[in-house]
């Protein structure tokens, strides 16, 4: 049966070179889905880059008409002055600045924080109304001596 033993080594080279075969193709496919694969994230890379340019354009060019557009009021030339180009919320609208709640807030009275900021050149009045107190309290705490160290 010398015929069995050679069919038998023919079928199993040609099942070698079939599974060799196979793996090439599967190799190439692999290699083509990779560089395809690359070539669109390329494509979409440079298609959001002109997006985000022109956005960019878009919003310089609305900021300009603005900003030469005479303001109606006061309000408005305030908000064109003060516009920010980043933040979501501030672009779409829905921002809006929150009251916080601050009767409860204290400020410690300190004479030498007084005097501090009376140095630095505050107004008597304006450290009254600071620190919550009346001015004749203010100009009492100015006229203590400092404490000797």
Do not use: C, H, W
Not at 57 to 77: C, S
Not at 84 to 89: V, Y
């Amino acid at each position: 049966m010398p015929g069995a033993a050679d069919r038998a080594a023919k079928r199993a080279e040609e099942r070698a070179n079939g599974r060799e075969q196979r793996a090439k193709e599967r190799l190439a496919a692999s290699e083509q889905r990779s560089e395809l694969r690359a070539a669109q994230r390329d494509l979409q890379s440079q298609e959001r880059e002109r997006a985000r340019e022109s956005r960019r354009i878009e919003e310089d060019q609305r900021i300009k008409a603005r900003l030469d557009a005479p303001p109606t009021n006061d309000v408005e030339a305030l908000k064109i002055s003060k516009r920010r180009r980043s933040g979501a919320l501030a672009r779409s609208g829905e921002e809006s600045k929150t009251d916080r709640d601050t009767r409860s807030y204290k400020t410690i009275v300190d004479t030498a924080r007084i005097r501090t900021l009376a140095d630095r050149g505050a107004s008597v009045a304006g450290l009254a109304g600071a620190f919550g107190i009346t001015i004749e309290e203010v100009e009492a705490a100015l006229l203590e001596t400092a404490p000797q160290d």
